[in-house]
C-alpha cells in the first residue's frame, strides 16, 4: 500500500465522453478534489452519421490534464496513478508507423453501418449466435461493422490491414497506445465487451465473428482486466512516467464507482437517457427481454469473469429539456420538482415520451410520444410532474425486466446523473419500485470507477472494502406511497403505454 503521507496523494481519472473530454482529481478520501473540462466537436457528415476527430478527442484530453496539473502545481510524483473511462464502441483504426487515424473516428450514435449489420446479421440463426458469443443483439451501434465500414471504404486500408499496418481500438486502446508512446496497444474487457467481436463466455476476440465482418485479427489490442497495468505515460508535455492502471467503459466504469462489485447490485444513470446496469457476478444470463449482457469491471483480486445486464430508456432528461426547450413550461430543469411537488397527484395525466420508439421492455421503433388523461383541470405542474413520472415509470419497466432476467429481485438502486438530484423523482422512483433507492453525496461514480480501478491496482486504496468505507452519507428514498395507490399510478401508465402503442 501507497503511504498516503508521503506518497503520491492523488489519482487522476480521465473521463473521455461523447460531447466532451474531463481530467479529475481524486484523493485518497475519494473526493473529487477539481475537474477541468474541455468540449470537441461533434461531425455530422450526412444525416444519422457521426464522427469524431481523433486528434481532437486526444488533445482535449490531454489538454485537462496538463491544465489540471499545472492548476495544482502537481507532477509525475503526486499522482499515484491514472484511470480511464470513455465512451463505448466508437473505433478508431490507425497507422502505428505513423500515428495518424485512417479517418475520423466512426461514433457510437452513427447510423452508416445498419445496412450492413442487417445484411450480415438479419438472419435469426446468425443473430442468435452472436447473442450467445457476445451478449448483444446485433447492431450498428457496436464496433464490429464500423471497422469493416472503414476497411470497406478507405482506400488501401483492407490491404494494409491485411498487412499487419493498421490497428483498430476503442477510444480507451486509441488514448492509452497514444499517452505510452505507441508501446501499449490494448484494451479493457468491458470496451472489448461492447464490440460485438469479444466472446464473453471464452473471453477472447471470436474467429467466427472477425470472419463475419471480414475483420484481421492483427489489428484488434490485447485484451487486459480492467484494474492492471496499461503501461506509463510516455507522451511529450505530459509528466512522465504515470503509470495508467484503469480502464473501463463509462457505464460499467460507473457501475464500479457506484460501489456496486457484487451480484444483485445496480445502478441507474439517470441523464438525457437511463442506463441501467445490474451485477450478476460469475454468471452471464442470456436476457429473454432484450436486454444485453455484458462484461463488468472487476477489482484486482476477482479471479474470474463478472458479468452485467444492461438496459436503457432513449428518452429520460431530454423530456425535461423538451420542457422547456420546445414547450417553454419551464425555464430550467430543476424547476420541475417545485412543480411536480406543488399538486397532490397527476390528476389523470401520462407522458409517454416515445420520441424515438420505445425500447426495453416493449421494443417498439415506430412509436411516437403521447400525453394522455388531460381534462380542463390539467395544468403545467401536471405535466412537468407526467414528464417526471414518465422516467420512474421507463426505469420500473426496465428493472422488472432486469429481476426476470436475473432470477432475483433488486434490493437496491444506486442513482446518479443529473436527473437523479430530483428529489420528487427519486421518491416517486422508491414508491414505484418499492426497493431503496441510494444517491450517493458524489453523483460523478463514472470518473470514480476510473479512479478507483486504477488506485486499487497500485495499491492507493486497500480493497473494495476501503471503497465501501468512503461513502458514508448517502441519501435515501424508500417507498411511502401506499400499496393500492402504487398499483393505480402503474396500471395508469400501462394503459397510456397501450394507447402509445
Ligand atoms: P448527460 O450526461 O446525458 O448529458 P446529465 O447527467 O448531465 O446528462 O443530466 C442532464 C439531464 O438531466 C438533462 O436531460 C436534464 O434535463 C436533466 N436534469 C438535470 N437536472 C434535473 C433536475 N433537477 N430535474 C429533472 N431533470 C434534470
Redesign the pocket.
Given at each position: 500500500m501507497s503511504d498516503v503521507t508521503t506518497g503520491p496523494r492523488y489519482v487522476v481519472a480521465l473521463d473521455q465522453?461523447t460531447?466532451s473530454s474531463r481530467a479529475v482529481l481524486v484523493d485518497h478520501d475519494g473526493k473529487m478534489v477539481d475537474v477541468v473540462q474541455r468540449p470537441f466537436n461533434q461531425i455530422y457528415p450526412k444525416p444519422g452519421w457521426v464522427e469524431h476527430n481523433p486528434h481532437e478527442i486526444l488533445f482535449s484530453q490531454l489538454g485537462c490534464l496538463t491544465e489540471l496539473l499545472q492548476k495544482h502545481g502537481l507532477g509525475a510524483e503526486d499522482v499515484a496513478c491514472i484511470g480511464i473511462d470513455n465512451q463505448r464502441e466508437t473505433t478508431i483504426v490507425w497507422d502505428p508507423s505513423t500515428g495518424e487515424p485512417v479517418m475520423n473516428a466512426i461514433v457510437w450514435q452513427c447510423r452508416r453501418t445498419a445496412d450492413m449489420v442487417e445484411e450480415l446479421c438479419g438472419d435469426p440463426e446468425v443473430a442468435a449466435k452472436i447473442q450467445a458469443k457476445t451478449g448483444l443483439l446485433p447492431d450498428a451501434y457496436f464496433s464490429a461493422s464500423k471497422i469493416a465500414w472503414i476497411l470497406n471504404n478507405v482506400p488501401g486500408a483492407r490491404e494494409r490491414a491485411e498487412a499487419g499496418e493498421l490497428l483498430f481500438g476503442t477510444v480507451d486502446t486509441w488514448l492509452v497506445w497514444v499517452l505510452t508512446g505507441g508501446l501499449v496497444h490494448a484494451t479493457d474487457v468491458t470496451n472489448a465487451s461492447r464490440t460485438m467481436l469479444y466472446n464473453i463466455h471464452e473471453g477472447c476476440w471470436d474467429p467466427w465473428l472477425l470472419e463475419l465482418f471480414d475483420i484481421p485479427a492483427s489489428m484488434m489490442p490485447e485484451v487486459r482486466r480492467s484494474s492492471g497495468s496499461f503501461g506509463e505515460t510516455s507522451y511529450p508535455g505530459v509528466p512522465a512516467g504515470i503509470p495508467i492502471t484503469g480502464v473501463a467503459g463509462d457505464q460499467q466504469s460507473a457501475l464500479f464507482g457506484q460501489c456496486c462489485f457484487e451480484a444483485g447490485q445496480a445502478k441507474n444513470?439517470?441523464?438525457?437517457?437511463c442506463f441501467l446496469l445490474l451485477h450478476t457476478g460469475a454468471e452471464a444470463p442470456a436476457s429473454k427481454n432484450s436486454l444485453v449482457t455484458t462484461i463488468a469491471a472487476s477489482a484486482p483480486d476477482v479471479d474470474h469473469t463478472e458479468y452485467a445486464l444492461e438496459g436503457s430508456v432513449f428518452v429520460?432528461?431530454?423530456?425535461?429539456?423538451w420542457l422547456?426547450d420546445e414547450l417553454g413550461l419551464i425555464r430550467?430543469?430543476?424547476?420541475?420538482?417545485y412543480l411536480a411537488s406543488s399538486v397532490e397527484d397527476n390528476a389523470g395525466v401520462y407522458i409517454v415520451p416515445a420520441f424515438t420508439g420505445l425500447g426495453a421492455p416493449y421494443w417498439a421503433a415506430d412509436a411516437r410520444g403521447t400525453i394522455t388523461g388531460l381534462t380542463r383541470g390539467a395544468n403545467r405542474a401536471h405535466i412537468a410532474r407526467a414528464a417526471?413520472e414518465s422516467?420512474a415509470y421507463q426505469s420500473a419497466d426496465l428493472v422488472r425486466a432486469m429481476e426476470a432476467d436475473a432470477g432475483a429481485p433488486i434490493k437496491t438502486l444506486n442513482v446518479?446523473?443529473?436527473?437523479?438530484?430530483?428529489n420528487?423523482?427519486m421518491q416517486f422512483q422508491a414508491d414505484m419500485l418499492g426497493c431503496e433507492i441510494r444517491r450517493p453525496q458524489n453523483?460523478e461514480t463514472t470518473s470514480l470507477g476510473a479512479a478507483y480501478l486504477a488506485g486499487l491496482a497500485v495499491g492507493f486504496w486497500s480493497g473494495t472494502d476501503e471503497l465501501r468505507s468512503l461513502r458514508t452519507t448517502d441519501d435515501v428514498f424508500e417507498r411511502k406511497m401506499a400499496p393500492e395507490q402504487v398499483d393505480a399510478y402503474l396500471a395508469g401508465w400501462k394503459e397510456a403505454v397501450r394507447r402509445t402503442l
Open positions: 465522453g460531447t444513470t439517470y441523464g438525457t437517457g429520460a432528461g431530454a423530456v425535461i429539456q422547456r430550467d430543469a430543476a424547476e420541475t420538482e417526471l422516467l446518479d446523473g443529473g436527473a437523479s438530484r430530483n420528487f423523482l453523483t
